[in-house]
């Protein structure tokens, strides 16, 4: 019931976006609607995205933050031109059920298992996740998940899985605000001074007021992809498609949207928090090389 109700909250505050920018014609023409996963919207590099689009092409792209579960949900209802996700098994079902067209690969970052400086469980340095993750739950070291069926907690389930562990007992605790995003999370677990697995660019835009450190990383498995899907306009004839795909061109390109992506955080944080993920970002890195 309480997540049910969260999403209602969300599509509540996104056509109150919706109703009072007032912007788009009847065709819906120089307007776009994102549904993106939450990580990169706190982290910012939604915002200077869509800044640096409107100030090149005049048009105009607002968002709404939701877990990627809940992102892809509020694009099923087709009240959005374009989504940003992040859990390939959930993308992959979207397209296949005709509501996008096709997963795009963007950029990606990478989650870490954070928790207290002191490592009562002692995973420091540990090589992997799924080392680390069966550490803590043979100390049974307080975890904090955010239960959500977004993104990032489908990737969390997915390391225990890796691990042969399905995680249960008074030492997980599914954070009941969950939804909110990962600033909360952070937030709570560093109160309850546990563990966590995060994107490290949500934790790097905390880490300064919070006393959690980084304590795994470097696992490939831990890998972030965020992709763009595009929303159907053969099952949602209202779906602005023609200026989505002007956005996803941009997003795209090496010299636009990917340059944004390589040089984002560099300056705050002396190194990125995304990476160019692009194919045709991919393509030009083959050339250069």
């Known amino acids: 019931m309480k997540k049910g109700l969260m999403q209602c909250a969300v599509l509540m505050l996104f056509v109150s976006l919706v109703g009072v920018s007032g912007v788009w014609g009847k065709d819906g023409s120089k307007f776009i609607l994102l549904s993106s996963t939450i990580g990169p919207i706190d982290a910012g590099i939604v915002k200077a995205l869509e800044d640096q689009f409107e100030k090149e092409t005049g048009i105009t792209v607002r968002h709404v933050g939701a877990g990627t579960g809940a992102a892809l949900k509020i694009a099923e209802q087709g009240s959005v031109d374009l989504v940003m996700v992040h859990a390939k098994k959930l993308e992959e079902a979207f397209v296949a059920k005709g509501f996008g067209t096709e997963r795009i690969p963007l950029m990606y970052n990478d989650f870490v298992i954070v928790g207290p400086a002191a490592d009562p469980a002692g995973i420091r340095g540990m090589k992997t996740a799924a080392e680390a993750l069966t550490t803590i739950q043979a100390k049974a070291a307080p975890f904090i998940s955010r239960g959500d069926k977004s993104g990032t907690h489908v990737a969390e389930m997915d390391l225990w899985a890796k691990a042969g562990i399905q995680p249960s007992g008074p030492w997980y605790t599914v954070y009941e605000k969950g939804s909110e995003g990962n600033v909360p999370t952070l937030k709570f677990t560093d109160e309850k001074n546990a563990y966590t697995v995060i994107d490290r660019a949500s934790y790097l835009g905390l880490k300064d007021k919070i ?15 965020i992709s763009l899907i595009p929303v159907s306009q053969k ?15 941009w997003l795209t390109s090496p010299a636009k949207g990917q340059k944004i992506i390589e040089d984002f955080g560099k300056k705050e944080y002396g190194q990125p928090l995304f990476f160019p993920e692009s194919k045709q970002w991919i393509e030009k890195m083959k050339t250069k090389k």
Request: hydrophobic share 45%; aromatic share 6%; no cysteine.
């Open 211 to 225: 006393k959690l450190v980084i304590l795994v990383e470097g696992d490939p498995a831990m890998l972030n992809h």
């Open 235 to 249: 099952k949602f004839p209202g779906v602005n498609s023609r200026d989505t795909m002007t956005f996803v061109d």
